[in-house]
């Protein structure tokens, strides 16, 4: 008797772990059934506004058409010009709801037709004309670009924009040879530390680079001379250089548009390609706007031939997206990796940040507390405090509005680095 009870148990237990392990297959199988293999994570933007606009989504991931590449994503670069879309203050741009992003690093997981240059599995990065902060691009072949081996996903993506819109201004733009000098404004952001790596290439060039005091002592061996954004910079360089100096890069347009002019020797260029004064509370001001234009310098241009002075302006989205300057900045992007691969230049990456952290990433832009670049890394996953703030929506994008505004007084989490 003891025999037959011994062996129904048996039988019993086999059959419940049989069972077990069935309900795991079952679930397993529903779980891989729920997952669409043709959607994708990617960061929505509602409406221009405030930091609430934001979401985390699933959309219908793209597939590549004729002479486009398929990037799945891993890594994003995010910029000032990020948070002035977001805010609505650029010119002509596309009606949300919409994905921002125009840089980003990744694997090539496709290729459209007649498509050529590149193969399944290359790593590389891109401008994309929006639509970057996602799991999955296409973007024309034109504007891709294969990563030097040594380069990690993060530092490719905070390359392309940067240091081309750097190496343009001071080689193209105001022609930079050896000896000469530059006023970087916001020196401690990701264009000025391109700025500052690729002037270090030139012999003998001089850097004055303005940034807020508690970036000094961060970048202080990346330039020659550092001031204050606050103070009478325009005084403390003429202390150095009485002439003044041969190239001033300005970001922020403003009243340092009628400074930078005037600090410029005969043949200087002044070069303007950000108009970031504009930008002060979390979403757009049209009195910000208003001061901004009211502080620019009202240039004569027989002022300029008098005193034998440049003003230019520069957009490198302009011209690849609207001026057909592909194949141009594809030359830029060729003397540039040829710079890295000689260790001459190389990204500084300021903090990384999960998708679903797009929201304080971009706060920490707004505060301009970065140094380097911001990286929004898709495979990193957010901390629980900020995860909850990402809750998934439509397509649409569509969210409940915040009653009490777009946030302007609400308690930032902590960020990350």
């Given amino acids: 008797m003891a025999n037959v009870t011994t062996d129904s148990a048996d039988i019993a237990e086999e059959e419940t772990e049989h069972m077990i392990e069935n309900n795991f297959v079952v679930e397993a199988e529903n779980v891989a059934s729920s997952i669409d293999p043709k959607e ?3 960061v929505i933007l509602a409406g221009f506004g405030g930091l609430n606009k934001l979401r985390v989504t699933k959309k219908t991931m793209p597939e590549p058409q004729h002479g ?8 994003c670069g995010l910029n000032f010009v ?15 709801p919409l994905i921002p992003g125009f840089e980003c690093s990744g694997i090539v997981e496709s290729i459209g037709e007649n498509t050529h240059g590149f193969e399944i599995g290359d790593r590389v990065m891109a401008f994309v004309c929006y639509n970057a902060w996602a799991e999955v691009v296409c973007t024309p072949v034109d504007y891709v670009y294969k990563m030097p081996d040594k380069m990690s996903f993060q530092e ?14 001071l080689f193209e733009v105001a022609n930079l040879r050896e000896g000469m000098s530059v006023l970087v404004h916001s020196a401690g952001g990701s264009v000025g530390q391109a700025v500052a790596q690729l002037c270090s290439s030139v012999p003998n060039v001089t850097v004055f680079g303005i940034a807020s005091c508690s970036k000094h002592v961060a970048i202080r061996d990346s330039v020659t001379h550092i001031f204050d954004r606050n103070a009478d910079y325009v005084q403390e360089v003429k202390k150095i250089s ?8 300005d970001c922020l347009s403003g009243e340092h548009n009628g400074k930078g002019l005037a600090l410029l020797k005969p043949l200087g260029a002044y070069v303007l390609y950000g108009a970031s004064n504009m930008v002060t509370g979390e979403t757009k001001s049209f009195f910000s706007i208003a001061k901004s234009w009211w502080q620019v310098e009202k240039v004569n241009p027989f002022k300029l031939y008098e005193e034998n002075k440049v003003m230019a302006g520069f957009s490198l989205l302009n011209l690849l997206f609207k001026q057909g300057g592909g194949v141009r900045v594809k030359t830029v992007m060729d003397k540039l ?6 260790g001459r230049i190389k990204p500084v990456v300021d903090s990384l940040w999960a998708l679903e952290e797009v929201k304080e990433a971009m706060q920490r832009i707004h505060d ?4 380097g670049k911001l990286i929004l890394d898709i495979e990193k996953s957010p901390t629980p405090l900020m ?11 569509e969210e409940e509005e915040d009653p009490e505004g777009d946030n302007d007084n609400k308690e930032r989490m902590p960020f990350i680095q």
Avoid: C
């Fill in 82 to 96: 990020d948070l002035m879309v977001r805010q609505g203050n650029i010119d002509s741009p596309p009606k949300p």
């Fill in 242 to 249: 009485p002439e003044g100096v041969d190239i001033v890069l």
């Fill in 40 to 42: 994708m994570r990617a």
């Fill in 68 to 75: 486009e590449v398929k990037i799945r994503v891993k890594a």
């Fill in 368 to 371: 301009r507390g970065n140094v």
């Fill in 337 to 342: 990796l040829s710079l890295y691969n000689q």
């Fill in 156 to 169: 490719a993506a905070a390359f392309s924009l940067n240091y081309v819109a750097a190496y343009m201004m």
């Fill in 387 to 397: 995860a909850n703030d990402s809750t998934e929506t439509s397509e649409a994008g």
